[in-house]
T-cell receptor, first 111, second 114 residues
Framework: GENVEQHPSTLSVQEGDSAVIKCTYS??????FPWYKQELGKRPQLIID?????GEKKDQRIAVTLNKTAKHFSLHITETQPEDSAVYFC??????????FGTGTRLQVFP | DAGVIQSPRHEVTEMGQEVTLRCKPI?????LFWYRQTMMRGLELLIY????????DSGMPEDRFSAKMPNASFSTLKIQPSEPRDSAVYFC????????????FGSGTQLSVL
């Protein structure tokens, strides 16, 4: 079945710097790749997603890139702010139609 | 819309007791998911329903866990008997898409089994 690996597990950056989180997947049939943000004690919330027919998608300070050949996708956050501090989860949907989550990255943005 | 509604928010129970978690999905959504979140295992999918029918329950840990969706607006996850290792945050999520995209999560139930 699909396996999604996520790195790093923790990431600390200075406010204003960029942050990059990377995920790899195993099932080449996966065609949908969302990213969820979970603030401390809150629910996961979808922040951006990308489909396999697109290489890059941007929404203000966040962007996601997809490399289908290498089977990896990344989340990029520019001009980080303290409110970006959270756990970020990547995910993929293979043919089983079951969303498989990565293990999460704890991002800390220091003022 | 109020979003996905879960109850209770917190549940503390003793080992061996029955626990029932409840979920009301967003109106019009046709897929419903139960996830368990722990520090060690992250977000695990337990079971999901499409149009009230269980599609995949391969994530249900063992026979002590059961889930039902009697209608489009209500689902329950039951643990009987509960054990300390069941302590976790249990999330319900719903989605409009049959392809299970764009999940909307509830606030979760923090379960502590003593």
């Amino acid at each position: 079945g699909e396996n999604v690996e996520q790195h790093p597990s923790t990431l600390s950056v200075q406010e204003g710097d960029s942050a990059v989180i990377k995920c790899t997947y195993s099932d080449s049939a996966s065609n949908y790749f969302p990213w969820y943000k979970q603030e401390l004690g809150k629910r996961p919330q979808l922040i951006i997603d990308i489909r396999s027919n697109v290489g890059e998608k941007k929404d203000q300070r966040i962007a996601v890139t997809l490399n289908k050949t290498a089977k990896h996708f990344s989340l990029h956050i520019t001009e980080t702010q303290p409110e970006d501090s959270a756990v970020y989860f990547c995910a993929a949907i293979p043919n089983t139609d079951k969303l498989i989550f990565g293990t999460g990255t704890r991002l800390q943005v220091f003022p | 819309d109020a979003g996905v509604i879960q109850s209770p928010r917190h549940e503390v129970t003793e080992m061996g007791q029955e626990v029932t978690l409840r979920c009301k999905p967003i109106s019009g959504h046709n897929s419903l998911f139960w996830y368990r979140q722990t520090m060690m295992r992250g977000l695990e999918l337990l079971i999901y329903f499409n149009n009230n029918v269980p599609i995949d329950d391969s994530g249900m840990p063992e026979d002590r866990f059961s889930a039902k969706m009697p209608n489009a607006s209500f689902s329950t996850l039951k643990i009987q008997p509960s054990e300390p290792r069941d302590s976790a945050v249990y999330f319900c999520a719903s989605s409009f898409s049959y392809a299970n995209e764009k999940l909307f999560f509830g606030s979760g139930t923090q379960l502590s089994v003593l």
